[in-house]
């Protein structure tokens, strides 16, 4: 490990553009400069350029090429997913489930549905981030319009029982919806198999541009079933099969879909890597480290994803220390916000406010080598003895 | 930084739902009949921002006469540090308050 490079395990919160990405959006900054509606010939080859990246996306999810929609986020996506779903069957029923772990972008426009008279459902977890399938079923009335429980989980990396989940909403007749952001591009999607209608993705979390998202909606490529079981939630032109208007991002999507090329070539391989570094991860630092623990489910987790317990100390203070050792990772702890509240996650897995400050997210990706894990593996005791050294609450 | 082994007074102060604990540790003697703090420590279960505040106020009141000691507001830990972020400003409030705990118990102690 080069002491002057900066070691990046932060992935789950943004991942550094593929070089290949790169090459891709500025070509298409420079050349492809047309408006994807215009007849003109400059407009028929932006066009070719959204129909190749939306054909790359869909192969990756196995959904249709024309179900994919691109939003200007993750974030747009859940928005226009729960409240497009809700406003177009208010008149069926009012009540969504959601689950008590879910990402802002979700759990928040749930909470403005619930202000105009929505009734809401958060699912609880078991300690492990897991949703009950069975729960969820007991939950179902005959006004539920909408589930929405997501893949994998942001924080922990715990995925979700989906393969039930869909098959339950199924059966139920209830639109259901995923916020697949953390697993989209690193874990194997199927929503046919899956039975999802409505899923959530964003680029730059599989190493294309910020400000690209996509939103899979089943069933809406034929212009007959625009709109059928959903409602767009902003308006202009019928951009998007109506569902998003305004001009496509080009080059941010032409940059989407190169990404998830190579998201899908090196699936296989790289799953199998990233395992390898976050079991060593995760052992090591457990052994190496007294009173230190693994947060979400040790096997349904994001091949990607380590997050850690250490008592005693508190969250950002050791992430503070890790950023002067040049390693960059993140916290479960609220406490940068405005609301001093612990992570609404750790709490629902059951940690104490206390234990839940003393949360440590290590996320891996694409460039992580074993020689950064070494690094963090070397780096990482000292810190949380300095720390417990100066806590309070140590035993 | 750390416990301070023969204190003779410990403030206690926190919030664990926001995540911070503070201890601090005094230690007094008199001086031309003032009574000014020796010695001073901390241990903080906290943001860097509450361990940076609970490490400026053993550096300010070091020294000091309990009098001025208990003047010491939470903005001028924060200014001692060149500001803190808004969201930030309740961690000056908890060394300010841990100082002025550990005084209070001081001078009970003394009286009783």
Redesign the interface.
Known sequence: MNSSEYVYLDYAATTPMDPQVIDVVEKHFKNTYGNPSSLHSAGQKAAKVLYNARTSIASLINADRKDIIFTSSGTEADNIAIQGVAHKNKDRGNHIITSSIEHHAVENPCKFLMKQGFDVTFLPVDKFGLVDPIKLQEEITNETILISIMFANNEIGTIEPINDIGEIAKDNDVIFHTDAVQAFGKIPIDVKELNIDLLSASAHKIYGPKGVGMLYMKNQGIRQNWGKYIDPIMFGGGHERNMRPSTENVPGIAGFGKAAEICEEELPIEINRQIKLRDRLIKTTLDSIDDSYLNGHPKKRLPNNANFGFK??????I??DLDSGKIAASTG?A????S???SHVLSAIGL???DA?GSLRVSIGRFTTEEEIDYFLEKIPPIIERLR?????RK | MGELKDADAVGETGNPVCGDISYIYIKVKEVDGVEIIDDISFQTFGCGAAIATSSMITELAKGMSLDDAMKIKREDVAEALSGLPPQKMHCSNLAADGLHNAIKIYREKREA
């Open positions: 005693y100390v508190e969250g950002e203070s992430l503070l702890s406490c940068s916000s405005a001093l509240e612990p104490t406010p206390q400050h050294e100066i806590s309070p609450v």
